[in-house]
């Protein structure tokens, strides 16, 4: 079955420490990206990734890290959390190029809590 | 830069009856990719339908259809014969025709279904 698998899909953590989402998807899609939804504010672009070794800052990129060194996996890195990290994060993948059906997949979100 | 505005924060309908989302967006492009995503209590993103901006006609799915009008760079989900099931957020969003996946989401509409 093609997904996009995230995890954890709940997090609770205290400010200053260091965490990482998992995401991977087994579809071997080119690009993957990260968002986070707000509430009033929808789903903003985090970091995406064209490729392996390859990535770039999306609307929102402070106080995150990323790393794309296999072509499936797609980790969301906060190294100092802090509250205003507090939101819903979905990853999501598709085929690089945007084709009429170059559908996104997203993964099933990550709720994470900053204390 | 495009932006995506879904003016409605909170929607309500009766089961059975239709109802109307609005979306409005900016953009320069003369051709892009227009989408509704579903986002029921479980998180999941559903794509709902999408729309090619060079169609003139206006994308149907079931019970899902919209209106799009280019020239007044508007976009509305009409859901007919609403379910319970129809009870979710939707989001509106843009995405460029060139160049990488990447979408623009509205800030959603929160969509409720009496019996």
């Known amino acids: 079955e093609a997904q996009v698998t995230q995890n954890p899909r709940y997090l609770i953590t205290v400010t200053g420490k260091k965490l990482t989402v998992t995401c991977s998807q087994n579809?071997?899609?080119?690009?993957m990206s990260w968002y986070r939804q707000d509430p009033g504010l929808g789903l903003r672009q985090i970091y995406y990734s064209m490729n392996v070794e390859v990535t770039d800052k999306g609307d929102v990129p402070e106080g995150y890290k990323v790393s794309r060194k296999e072509k499936r996996n797609f980790p969301l890195i906060l190294e100092s959390p802090s509250p205003n990290q507090t939101s819903l994060y979905f990853c999501?993948?598709?085929?690089?190029?945007?084709?009429?059906?170059?559908?996104?997949?997203f993964g099933q979100g990550t709720r994470l809590t900053v204390v | 830069a495009q932006t995506v505005t879904q003016s409605q924060p909170e929607m309500s309908v009766q089961e059975a009856e239709t109802v109307t989302l609005s979306c409005t967006y900016d953009?320069?492009?003369?051709?892009?990719?227009l989408f509704w995503y579903k986002q029921p209590p479980s998180r999941q993103m559903i794509l709902v339908i999408r729309?090619?901006?060079?169609?003139?006609q206006n994308a149907t799915e079931n019970r899902f259809s919209v209106n799009f009008q280019k020239a007044a760079k508007s976009f509305s989900l009409k859901i007919s014969d609403s379910q319970l099931g129809d009870a979710a957020m939707y989001f509106c969003a843009y995405r460029n025709l060139e160049g990488y996946n990447k979408l623009i989401f509205g800030a959603g509409t929160r969509l409720a279904v009496h019996p």
């Open positions: 953009t320069s492009e003369s051709d892009y990719y």
């Open positions: 579809m071997n899609h080119e690009y």
């Open positions: 729309q090619e901006a060079y169609k003139q």
């Open positions: 999501a993948s598709s085929l690089s190029k945007g084709g009429w059906n170059t559908e996104a997949f």
